[in-house]
Structures are given as structure tokens and as C-alpha cells.
């Protein structure tokens, strides 16, 4: 295990990196021109092969950063040396970035840390940055020592992708590892404060803040809530370590970027449960979580009896299950254990993966995406205003920031609408619904009408021919209730019969983003 804090947090020296990597372009655009779609693809997939090849011989800046930071491997000092000319080797050697080495008696450097391209657009603009981490198996081989500090992983894209980026006063980024999520909050908050248990972790972040010339966040050294006791935060944002594992196994390392020293998901219990203390009324927490399905009881009921313990609102999005083979197989690899490289960790891991599992009746494990809020009113609130637990494997079209903003005013409105409000709304259709009929031979009327939504979530709603009327009749212009009045009329149906099978239909759809409201 790494113990020392790998990098120096030098501004001159930091500054003079940051346009050395300007001049040379390392950008994710450039890495996937240079590389050419097979060997940027393969990288994707965390194969380097065909990047060694193209980078082998390249003279290229952009080139030569990649086989070092990204690839691990050496580089001649002095080549680098022309790429980072107003760092210099000495400046690099400093900051903690390689070391000095020789083969075959030609001075060499080698990469003690990853140095990467980032590239994101959200609804602030576009974004590029370069996020140092610790090098992962990609590069050394080998499985991630404990205390490993990772990049921006998938989930740590898909916080960012789902976070809503409206201007905030302060957001609390909880467990920021390298610091992605509180780069991206620095960009609509006025201040940031961000906290990991990890000390190597709060080096990287703020090593990644300086390069970045970011200057609105602060670093503090804690588990969970810890250190911002008595402080209440507009956005909090956390990639937790929501991973569970065996407590009883030396076969699986504690990963500090991963696993949050709980049995079982009570980690993530304990954070949906006490992250009220630290939210502002009208505030809002986003969260990535995995949860433990039970035998005999329904995941909504488990998840539902920790937001019956908060005052607060919840939308909970359910994105996939794994059963526990599936569930052990992913984090052991994740962590770099094989089953062809480490068999015996490998066996070992996955039985008391298994044997923990089996333990607690737990059948399956899910995983997805959180959004909490307080309600505009004082901490004494009794129930929330509104609850939705959703279930959605399908494909969904990021970023979702935008989608979770949207549903998170609709669902406040909803909340107190009866249906004199519902009926005098003037609904427009969302530009990227539509409709599709299905016919059985010979009948005029179809048997099935869906209505098809092209981004966020990508609902597909079955609705009846009534609400299909009203719906496409729905371009502002009339009321949902004159709508319905009509469509009553000339199908000589009882209005408050139709009323009864429309209304809910309409909340529905609205709540789900394929009707807006014209305003």
C-alpha cells in the first residue's frame, strides 16, 4: 500500500504545467484524432495494445503525454523535455508526476501517477480539463492497491451527466476522490466544500484544483457528514462508497475509493437517513447508491422505510440489478482481482461474497441514482410532500441533469394539484414525443396507442384513445379540461367518467416530462 501524499501543490509550478499541456493539445479531441477510432475504441475498453503501437514511435506531444500518463510507460527525459518545456524535468520530478530512471543507458522518466484529458458538456457549457489519479491496472498490470485514487470512472461520469447545474450559493461534494464532481459544481456554485476520508484522495483534488485554476473549493479530511457538522449546503452531491462487501474476507482489499467500512449497504442507509441535517430548505442532494434486495420484501418498501425517517422528497431511479454472482464478479474485477492473475484471491473473494450474501437473505443487489429534497419549509415537516421509487433498466439519453431539474419543479407543483389545477392547465406536447398506432386487420380503431419519449429517460407510455386525444389536441391553446369536454362530446362518453380516466393519465405524463406546461 502507497502511504505518502503522492504530489506537491506548487501554483508556479502547476501553472507552467497547465500551459505545457495547453501547447500540446492534450485534449480528449486530440488523443481520439491521433490515435485513429480503433486504438482510442480499444482504449475505451481498457485495452492499450494498439495505443502502444501508435504511440511507440511518435514524436507527438500529445502522443508522448498519452504512452506516459495514460499507457505507464517510459519516455526518453529528453523528449519529454521538449513537450513540457516550461515545467522542465525537474519542475515534473517536483510535482511528484515521474522519476528519473535509465534503460539501457539512456535516461528515461517513468509515470508515478495517471495525468489524463477530461472533456464533459453540461448546462453551464463545455469543459476541458486534465485530472491526475493514481495509475490503474491499465497501465501497471496489477490489481489497485487499498488506498487507490481513481479517476473519472463510469459513475463518477454519471453523477456529473445527472446533476443539476442550476447556480447554487454552496454545494457539499461528499467523497470527491480526485475531485470531479466539485470541478464540475465549482463552475454553478458559489463556493464548494468538498470532503473524502481519504488524505491521498484530498491530494489528488486539490492538486486537480490548482491545475485547473480552480479557486472556489475547500478540502476537508473526514468520513460522511463528519466535517460539516452544523453547516447546511443548497446541492450536495456524493459517488459514495456505496460497494458492498464481505467485512469477514482478507480476500477483497478495503478499497478507500469504494468501500465505506459498513456491513452490508448500511453506508448508504445511513447517508439517505442523516443528509437532511446538512441540506437547506429548498435544498437538493443527488447520489449514486446500491441497496440490498431482501427476501420476501420489495426493494420500494426497503428503500421507502429510510426516507420514512427524513422530511425529505425523493426520487429514486432504479438502473439495474445484479444477483450476487453477478454482483461479486463485477467488484472483484473492478479491483483488478482475476480469476487468471490472482485464482486464488479470485475463489476466495467470490465465496465470501456469496457466503455474506446468503447471510442476510439477500437476493439481488440494486443500483441507480438518487435525488433527494428538502422541503421549502422548516426541518419539522412532518411527511414529505412526494415520493417516486421508479424502476428503469432501459436506455436513457444523458446528460439527465436538465431531466431531474425539470420532473423536481413539475413533482412540487403535482404535489398540492387537485384537479380543478390539473384542468385548467394549457399542456404543450415535449418536442421529442411521439406516437405510435397499432391496428389488428380490418379494425378501425387501434388497439394499442404508445407514446414514445425521444430523450431523458425515453418513457413509452401505453395510453387509452381519450387520453391519446387530448394529448395530441394539447398545443397550449386549450385547457386540459376543454379538451376533455370536448373529446367527451364527440364521443358521446360521461365527462366525469372520462375526467377519472384522464387526469391521472396527464399527472403522469407530465410528471414524466412528455407533456410541459405552456406557461
Known sequence: MTT??????DSSLLAALRQDLVAAKYTVESVAELLGPMADAAMHREQQVPALLVTERSDAPTLVLLRLFTLGQPVRTDGLGRVL???GIDGAVQLGLVESMLIDGVEHVRPLVDLRPYAAVDDVGAMRWWLASDLGELATGRALHANHVLGAGGASLTLAAITMREPVGRTLDIGTGCGIQALHAARHSREVVATDLSQRALN????????????????????????VRG????????????VITPRQSDAI??????????????LVEELVTGIADVMAPGGAAQLLM???????????????RWLDTTPLNAWVVQREILDPAEYAETWLRDGGITAERESGQWQAGYEAYLRDFAARGVTAVGMGMVLLHHPAASKEVARPAWRRLDEHPGTVAQPLGPVFAAGLRMQEFLSSAGDEQIAALRCVVAVDVTEERYYRPGQADPAVVMLRQGGGFQHSVHVSSAVAAVVGASDGELTVGQLLSAVASLTDQDAAAL??????????LLADGLLTIDR
Open 204 to 227: 489528488f483534488a486539490s492538486f486537480n484544483a490548482e491545475l485547473n485554476d480552480v479557486h472556489n473549493i475547500s478540502f476537508r479530511h473526514g468520513s460522511m457528514l463528519d466535517p
Open 231 to 242: 453547516e447546511v449546503f443548497d446541492l450536495v452531491v456524493s459517488n459514495p462508497p456505496f
Open 499 to 508: 375526467a377519472a380516466e384522464v387526469f391521472p393519465a396527464i399527472r403522469g
Open 85 to 87: 518545456p516550461r515545467l
Open 253 to 266: 482489499p478495503d478499497y478507500e475509493y469504494r468501500d465505506g467500512g459498513r456491513a452490508g449497504d448500511s
Open 4 to 9: 505518502d501524499l503522492p504530489l506537491t501543490i
Open 290 to 304: 446500491n441497496w440490498e434486495h431482501h427476501r420476501g420484501e420489495p426493494w420500494q418498501e426497503r428503500i421507502g
